[in-house]
């Protein structure tokens, strides 16, 4: 089944909204973490999320950045793969954990956030958390406004 759109996507509709949203894009990609963690920690919140637009629009953009087809076919599995660095399975259950606050009492455990501290620094952190909290943004405009993938992001 093929979903229409409910309405245009809200960030297109607001102008504003977009700059914004470019602002963001540009402070986590600054904040020194490789663009290779940054694609994988949006795809899996994206597909947490079920997000087909940012799932689709994800993989594409991964793939085109030179990730393999195994690392892209493994992402929702990534624990049980031998695809990932230490590092970046720290940022992706970092994002797991920022993806699913509800599922636990305590939503990043201290686990998680010592895991990902080690691999990375204080702006590394921040580039990550507020990258996923980004693309936790755009599943939660794309899933509610059933906008499908692909997607032409402009």
Same mark, same amino acid.
């Given at each position: 089944?093929?979903?229409? @759109?409910?309405? &245009?996507?809200?960030?297109?509709?607001?102008?504003?909204?977009?700059?914004?949203?470019?602002?963001?894009? +540009?402070?986590?990609?600054?904040?020194?973490?490789?663009?290779?963690?940054?694609?994988?920690?949006?795809?899996?919140?994206? &597909?947490?999320?079920?997000?087909? *637009?940012? =799932?689709?629009?994800?993989?594409?953009?991964?793939?085109?950045?030179?990730?393999?087809?195994?690392?892209?076919?493994?992402?929702?599995?990534?624990?049980? $793969? @031998?695809?990932? $660095? +230490?590092?970046?399975?720290?940022?992706?259950?970092?994002?797991?954990? =920022?993806?699913?606050?509800?599922?636990?009492?305590?939503? =990043? @455990?201290?686990?998680?956030?010592?895991? *990902?501290?080690?691999? /990375?620094?204080? +702006?590394?952190? *921040?580039?990550?958390?507020?990258?996923?909290?980004?693309?936790? /943004? /755009?599943?939660?405009?794309?899933?509610? $406004?059933? &906008?499908?993938?692909?997607?032409?992001?402009?």
């Amino acid at each position: 089944m093929i979903i229409e @759109p409910r309405m &245009q996507n809200p960030a297109t509709v607001l102008p504003d909204a977009t700059k914004a949203i470019n602002l963001l894009y +540009k402070a986590a990609h600054s904040a020194g973490v490789p663009g290779s963690t940054l694609e994988l920690v949006h795809l899996r919140a994206s &597909q947490i999320n079920g997000c087909s *637009a940012c =799932v689709d629009s994800g993989a594409r953009a991964a793939r085109k950045a030179g990730e393999s087809d195994e690392r892209l076919f493994a992402i929702a599995a990534w624990r049980e $793969t @031998p695809y990932f $660095t +230490k590092a970046e399975r720290a940022a992706l259950a970092l994002a797991e954990s =920022v993806t699913r606050l509800a599922d636990r009492p305590d939503a =990043v @455990p201290d686990a998680v956030w010592d895991e *990902a501290a080690r691999h /990375f620094d204080e +702006k590394a952190l *921040a580039g990550i958390v507020l990258w996923v909290a980004t693309a936790n /943004f /755009f599943n939660r405009l794309n899933a509610t $406004t059933h &906008q499908p993938a692909p997607q032409n992001w402009g």
